[in-house]
DNA sequence: GACAGGCGGTCGACATTGTCGACCGCAGTG
DNA sequence: CACTGCGGTCGACAATGTCGACCGCCTGTC
């Protein structure tokens, strides 16, 4: 039976068209995004309400996603290898260059950052795991992409969206960069994604030298940056912490 | 049609399964615990892993939850709208009264922490958000079972499991330890589920006065006690957080 | 190195199961 | 006070997911 089960596939749509809208749907709406019978529709939401997956507002009956979601979501870094080993290289690299550090791996056309440590001076931070980062402007995208055919599939032909004037828009300037970081072996990211941001990343392998994943620090432009260009010292650290995490992985087996 | 989907409800089982076990389960694993047969069960899987609810270790071919719960799980959290209104006033909670502060709600049999925010001063400490925490034995649960029927309901019966030498194990004496708190209006629990911890939770009501969730700080007995009893500003803090918090909840319509 | 046992995965027949579109009662609205 | 939209239900139909036998592969064993 090489085919996807219809009705958990429309299950799945229904979620990811809960999480894009910001605001709560009701049931036509729902029903008439996706194509579907009204009964349709309600027999899915129905079932996945009872599972915890989506809630009802009892007032207005619309829909938005469930608890249970919140809990498996967990349960997945609960398991995550990478993440596990990573956490406290993760710490000693945001200690050691004083600033932010994510770590994220390739999921559908983006990074999605399962590790968040916060700038160890600094209060007042939103914690960033679960959410998703550009693949084109970022530099743990950069890295996957670089590294990770399945990543530069999944980042496409372009023209890529800007972000700001310094964003790459174009297949080739991508792969030209790409190359590039495949030679010195690290990315780095200058305000291409967000004004005054820079960041620099390294690629995580697993023991087959497989690439899983990417670590990253980010900061201020001032901090990261001297004369243009990011500071020597601190790519030295991020490409520690990711030897460190690839030879903690590999170790896993031996 | 009121009757569950079949395919989603075993879906679900499997995702369930597979976030309870530690480790990665095998195909045949799962068909076993859910007594599916194994082709059914692959089916659903296949669906599921395509989907990105579920992925597959290519070495063993052992399955574990998937990236995209994580990142739905934070869409639900984006959209959560307590957990909006909460967040300003659980900051301030947590700086008046220098102790870590969770906020949760009702999930399924236990209080499922959407909010957390981290002891002032202090660094090292793991998020929580996600995790669930007992009904019977957390001021937060207390608060919950104490005011809200749906939660009492989930409690069940008991007996109920000791996590220490202070847990209440028994129906009648969380009863009783229930009426007590809607008297005064908050709970408290010192060292009922961890050894050293002591907790101060209070209720968080919308507009039409329902229960929605609950509020509380939690931190070392020593600082959080004093004299064998909750030191009565931290109640005082609780409480007006609660207050406000709900008061926030209400504002939200008129 | 041949064998047995277990694994993940596939296949096709069967009937269970999800789907569809018409229909219901209600709430808000002009 | 009709009218339009909503969320929700119903029952007929056949498309759909389910089942258990089967396949090829790997691993451990004697």
Not at 204 to 224: F, K, L, T, W, Y
Request: hydrophobic share 40%; net charge negative; aromatic share 6%.
């Amino acid at each position: 039976m090489p085919g996807p089960i219809q009705s958990l596939s429309r299950a799945a749509a229904i979620m990811r068209l809960l999480a894009g809208g910001e605001r709560r749907l009701g049931l036509s709406e729902v029903a008439t995004a996706l194509d579907l019978a009204k009964g349709t529709a309600h027999g899915i939401l129905r079932t996945l309400q009872q599972e915890g997956f989506v809630e009802q507002d009892p007032e207005s009956g619309k829909y938005q996603l469930g608890a249970e979601l919140l809990r498996l979501g967990q349960s997945y870094l609960d398991v995550h290898e990478l993440r596990a080993r990573a956490l406290v290289w993760a710490d000693d690299l945001a200690r050691a260059a004083g600033e932010t550090v994510y770590l994220g791996v390739l999921h559908q056309q983006g990074v999605l950052i399962v590790h968040h440590v916060f700038r160890p001076d600094d209060t007042r931070q939103v914690l960033e795991v679960g959410s998703m980062q550009p693949l084109h402007s970022t530099a743990l995208g950069k890295v996957l992409v670089s590294y990770d055919p399945v990543a530069r599939g999944e980042l496409g032909a372009g023209p890529y969206e800007p972000y700001t004037l310094r964003t790459l828009t174009e297949a080739a300037e991508v792969d030209a960069e790409c190359a590039l970081i495949r030679e010195r072996g690290w990315a780095d990211s200058v305000e291409e994604t967000w004004e005054g941001v820079a960041s620099i990343g390294a690629l995580i392998q697993d023991r087959r030298r497989n690439p899983v994943g990417a670590v990253c620090i980010s900061g201020p432009v001032e901090r990261v940056c001297e004369d243009g260009f990011v500071k020597p010292s601190l790519v030295a650290s991020v490409r520690s912490a990711a030897r460190a995490i690839s030879r903690d992985l590999g170790a896993g087996r031996f």
